[in-house]
């Protein structure tokens, strides 16, 4: 079994950044990557950015490359996004998920937290 935790996630300014949280425990040695994925009302679950417990490699989703930076502690057994430049269409419930692959695909990932929202006011 695996956990995770997201949290972070509040209502800010466009222009504004934010830093989610993800923190991971179980069996979390056994993961090899890290996703987030959002999702807005009445809209699919969208990939944002993924990596591997390793830092490498990166990969964003189109809209938001250049603003947000995914990352890891090992250490702490914690995977962040840190999102900048935030845009009223960035609102959404945020989802950090793990899986046995490095993937952008959602059904590749079988464990995912509870969601954090962000709300972008512009």
């Known amino acids: 079994q695996v956990q995770l935790v997201e949290s972070g996630g509040g209502l800010v300014q466009a222009g504004d950044s934010l830093r989610l949280s993800c923190a991971t425990s179980?069996?979390?040695?056994?993961?090899?990557?890290m996703g987030w994925f959002r999702q807005a009302p009445g809209k699919e679950r969208e990939f944002v950015a993924a990596?591997?417990?390793?830092?490498?490699?990166?990969v964003y989703a189109d809209s938001v490359k250049g603003r947000f930076t995914i990352s890891t502690d090992n250490a702490k057994n914690t995977v962040y996004l840190q999102m900048n430049s935030l845009r009223s269409e960035d609102t959404a419930v945020y989802f950090c998920a793990t899986s046995y692959q490095f993937s952008t695909w959602a059904g590749q990932y079988d464990y995912w937290g509870q969601g954090t929202q962000v709300t972008v006011s512009s």
């Open positions: 990596i591997t417990w390793s830092g490498a490699p990166k």
């Open positions: 179980g069996r979390t040695w056994s993961r090899y990557a």
